[in-house]
Antibody, heavy 125, light 110 residues
Framework: EVQLVESGGVVVQPGGSLRLSCAAS????????MHWVRQAPGKGLEWVSL????????YYADSVKGRFTISRDNSKNSLYLQMNSLRTEDTALYYCAKTRAPYSSGSAEWEFDYWGQGTLVTVSS | NFMLTQPHSVSESPGKTVTISCTRSSGSIASNYVQWYQQRPGSAPTTVIYEDNQRPSGVPDRFSGSIDSSSNSASLTISGLKTEDEADYYC?????????FGGGTKLTVL
């Protein structure tokens, strides 16, 4: 059974930093591109970042570019999101999401099939 | 970057059919696959349609997806509505370096 468990969400002041983690199990982690997606309270879904299976390619939404860094440790089946220079508008539930097909399929890098339950980040003074 | 625009809300009666639209602001809707996700209150999203019109295993065939190049839009159609279909629905697509979600549509089954 695929499981994605996020952690690390806390209350942090504007300008602060935070590192989110996502522990993956139930699939061959290093075969899959992974994503972070967030959802502000009462709002819609917003894509945040992508990392390829080997960490060689990363992409970011314009709203977080230059402040957030996505990374992964395939030996630990873990995905991370380092968040710096946090703003109040970064307040959201942060989900990690797995892509539908392995990288060897050559497709589905942007199609999500499993999501974690999310970890809440609150940026407030 | 492009945007995906959805109606804020739709409502329909049980047993009826409802269609939710998703219009791409620039670039062709056919150039990148469209996915649809269902999100019930307090839960993570789940996929109901991927690659424009494919249903994951376990999703009933009451759910179907399509794209229309003439209107540059995608659609999610749910037939035989059940009260359990009441949820938020999001379309999603991408380009070479960005994922994009629609703003979401709240489906009320009353």
């Amino acid at each position: 059974e695929v499981q994605l468990v996020e952690s690390g969400g806390v209350v942090v002041q504007p300008g602060g930093s935070l590192r989110l983690s996502c522990a993956a199990s139930g699939f061959t982690f290093d075969d899959y591109t992974m994503h972070w997606v967030r959802q502000a309270p009462g709002k819609g879904l917003e894509w945040v970042s992508l990392i390829s299976w080997d960490g060689g390619s990363t992409y970011y939404a314009d709203s977080v570019k230059g402040r957030f860094t996505i990374s992964r440790d395939n030996s630990k089946n873990s995905l991370y999101l380092q968040m710096n220079s946090l703003r109040t508008e970064d307040t959201a539930l942060y989900y990690c999401a797995k892509t539908r097909a392995p990288y060897s399929s050559g497709s589905a890098e942007w199609e999500f099939d499993y999501w974690g339950q999310g970890t809440l980040v609150t940026v407030s003074s | 970057n492009f945007m995906l625009t959805q109606p804020h809300s739709v409502s329909e009666s049980p047993g009826k059919t409802v269609t939710i639209s998703c219009t791409r602001s620039s670039g062709s809707i056919a150039s990148n696959y469209v996915q649809w996700y269902q999100q019930r209150p307090g839960s993570a999203p789940t996929t109901v349609i991927y690659e424009d019109n494919q249903r994951p295993s376990g999703v009933p065939d009451r759910f179907s997806g399509s794209i229309d190049s003439s209107s540059n839009s995608a659609s999610l159609t749910i037939s035989g509505l059940k009260t359990e279909d009441e949820a938020d629905y999001y379309c999603q697509s991408y380009d070479s370096s960005n994922g994009v979600f629609g703003g979401g549509t709240k489906l009320t089954v009353l």
